[in-house]
Nanobody, 118 residues
């Protein structure tokens, strides 16, 4: 099983920056996509950004040009650099990994709170 541990959340003023990290550990065959989802109070969980093992990236329209996802395959770690943060970016951010092998399954981290407020 894969364990995902997130770090880097916190409170920041509008216009500020934060960097999230997520490291995968445990016993698993291979990870294809890794990414970040977020869930604000009263809203559904939504994709923020994802990156495949081959480097293909996907972003939500609302974060394009402000957020950058990157990945270190050797360390099984994914990062999310968030710049020009807005109050509407406030949410719990969850790390996600698509584990592939004989079977495919999704693994989730516990989430890290990001609050953008003055």
């Amino acid at each position: 099983q894969v364990q995902l541990v997130e770090s880097g959340g916190g409170k920041v003023q509008p216009g500020g920056s934060l960097r999230l990290s997520c490291a995968a550990s445990g016993s698993f065959p291979s990870i294809n996509a890794m990414g970040w989802y977020r869930q604000a109070p009263g809203k559904q969980r939504e994709l923020v950004a994802a990156v495949t093992s081959g480097g293909e990236q996907n972003y939500a329209d609302s974060v394009k040009g402000r957020f950058t996802i990157s990945r270190d395959n050797a360390k099984n770690t994914v990062y999310l650099q968030m710049n020009s943060l807005k109050p509407e970016d406030t949410a719990v951010y969850y790390c996600h990994a698509e584990v592939v092998g004989v079977h495919r399954y999704d693994s989730w981290g516990r989430g890290t709170q990001v609050t953008v407020s003055s």
